[in-house]
């Protein structure tokens, strides 16, 4: 059984200051995005040999969910606007609920990396881990998803990873140019 995550951060447990949450629907898809009120607890997350702050007061997570597409990114930014990491959610499916909020049936695995802007003000991707490699392998033996799920799980993070390394995720640029120009 796959979990359906819907991309809403109104009511956060960690952020007690409540924050500010718009949504955009642009021709390609949906744009979530958030910045937090006062956060009681930091959320804190191992990459490669260090640790990284991807949630503190002020921060934004901006959320993309492509058009019918098996992926969702998010990009988790500081108070000052650098980008802390990124975030891909792997799904078997994706729409928009009732609220006009997106979703994706979550398939496990998810992809992190690193963004390094450059002076030109294009953004690479210059380190990338796959995560919950672990939860994917249980839920294919306690029978929860069928292999060919799990399939779809690798295929989907291998294809993202091809798209980050040779600077071809579309998402990504969308996000770039809706942080640059937020579409008002």
Do not use: C
């Not at 809403?8 to 958030?34: K, M």
């Amino acid at each position: 059984m796959l979990k359906r995550k819907v991309f809403d951060r109104r009511n956060w447990q960690r952020v007690v200051g409540g924050g500010e949450q718009t949504t955009l629907v642009v021709p390609s898809g949906v744009i979530v995005d958030y910045r937090a009120g006062e956060v009681h607890s930091p959320l804190l997350v191992p990459f490669e040999n260090r640790t990284l702050r991807i949630l503190d007061t002020g921060y934004r997570w901006v959320h993309y969910a492509p058009t019918a597409a098996k992926h969702a990114l998010t990009l988790q930014l500081d108070e000052t606007g650098h980008i802390r990491q990124l975030y891909i959610d792997i799904g078997e499916a994706s729409g928009v609920g009732t609220e006009g909020l997106p979703w994706i049936d979550d398939l496990y695995l998810d992809v992190v990396g690193i963004v390094e802007v450059q002076p030109g003000g294009q953004w690479h991707v210059t380190k990338t881990e796959v995560l919950d490699e672990d939860e994917l392998d249980e839920a294919l033996r306690l029978g929860h998803i069928l292999p060919k799920q799990y399939t779809a799980a690798w295929s989907g993070a291998h294809a993202v990873l091809s798209a980050l390394k040779a600077h071809t995720f579309a998402p990504l640029d969308v996000l770039r140019r809706y942080l640059q120009d937020p579409y008002t």
